[in-house]
């Protein structure tokens, strides 16, 4: 997959006392850049629960945190799909300022039923467009 780009502004209810973007909000961000990319594809959040009867979930989520974004930045959050399978997607995330990486992130993501929040296979019509994506 080629990578995909959101531009996010850092407000100031993003930061801490210390003035630097809360650890939890990386999370956020990279959330909106897999939320964005598969909107670019075709796909929004609540169409795959009314049209398909799925969601996607997080199921696991390793952050590195390099260095810190402040108010008032403009950050990129970035992601790419590094594995696909048959319920899950793994991408590779990061957030940056310029040249500078602030966070890195390794996302792995779960298809499940949306009614029963139990693992389920990728529809196959979302599979082939996210495997075009890869």
Not at 26 to 39: P, V
Not at 48 to 54: E, P, Q, S, V, W
Not at 114 to 133: C, G, L, N, S
Request: a neutral charge.
């Amino acid at each position: 997959m080629h990578e995909f780009r959101l531009a996010i502004r850092v407000y100031y209810e993003d930061t801490d006392a210390a003035g630097i973007v809360y650890h939890a909000n990386y999370l956020k961000y990279m959330e909106r850049a897999r939320t964005e990319w598969l909107r670019g594809i075709g796909f929004e959040q609540d169409d795959l629960a009314r049209r398909f009867g799925i969601a996607f979930v997080v199921r696991d989520a390793e952050l590195e945190f390099l260095r810190a974004a402040r108010f008032n930045d403009e950050v990129m959050s970035i992601c790419r799909i590094t594995r696909i399978g048959r319920a899950t997607v793994e991408f590779a995330q990061s957030v940056v300022a310029g040249d500078t990486v602030l966070c890195l992130g390794q996302i792995r993501v779960g298809c499940v039923d949306f009614r029963a929040m139990a693992a389920k296979r990728i529809p196959q019509e979302i599979y082939m467009r996210i495997k075009d994506e890869c």
